[in-house]
């Protein structure tokens, strides 16, 4: 792979978004997993209902949704995609002290959708703490990968054992 021409950037270094005229329309699916850890005061909260924003699972749903919907605004490179569904979840996890943020996004495109679910979960988490930033600012966003992809040139793809 070292040895593989960088895609996004022309023979003279410059980036540029990379063609896929080319490339045959195929069914692509993504999925991207991530977690927003806090305070277990903090958790407790949010599963009550009591944060003084409002419903915390269900503006971070709304917000992942819509992130997915603009990429191509967040990442420069990124084409627009026609987006056939895109489902956001949020499951508190009491025990780890966390939400974890898993999107499922999919398309019927030339290019896949990792960047389109990778976004959602990103915006998922920062809503989350946006929201809650006032009750606890070492609240932290990370792990934030992808977890399982199908469709185009290169077929299926999951992370070792997970999914």
């Known amino acids: 792979m070292?040895?593989?021409?960088?895609?996004?950037?022309?023979?003279?270094?410059?980036?540029?978004?990379?063609?896929v005229a080319g490339k045959a329309i195929t069914h692509r699916t993504c999925v991207a997993r991530g977690e927003v850890r806090m305070a277990s005061e903090t958790l407790a909260r949010i599963s009550e209902g009591t944060i003084p924003k409002g419903d915390v699972l269900l503006t971070a749903r709304l917000a992942g949704i819509q992130a997915a919907k603009r990429t191509?605004?967040?990442i420069p490179l990124c084409h627009s995609l026609p987006l056939d569904g895109v489902e956001v979840s949020l499951q508190p996890d009491r025990e780890g002290s966390?939400?974890?943020?898993?999107?499922?996004?999919?398309?019927h495109a030339r290019t896949g959708v990792e960047m389109e679910a990778l976004v959602a979960v990103a915006a998922a988490g920062l809503t989350v703490y946006d929201m809650c930033k006032a009750i606890d600012r070492a609240i932290t966003i990370g792990e934030i990968q992808l977890v399982r992809k199908s469709g185009g040139k290169s077929g299926e793809w999951?992370?070792?054992?997970?999914?």
């Open 2 to 19: 070292a040895d593989e021409p960088l895609s996004h950037v022309d023979e003279k270094g410059r980036a540029r978004m990379v063609s």
């Open 72 to 74: 191509d605004q967040w």
């Open 98 to 107: 966390r939400v974890v943020i898993e999107a499922s996004v999919e398309t």
């Open 158 to 163: 999951t992370r070792g054992g997970e999914g």
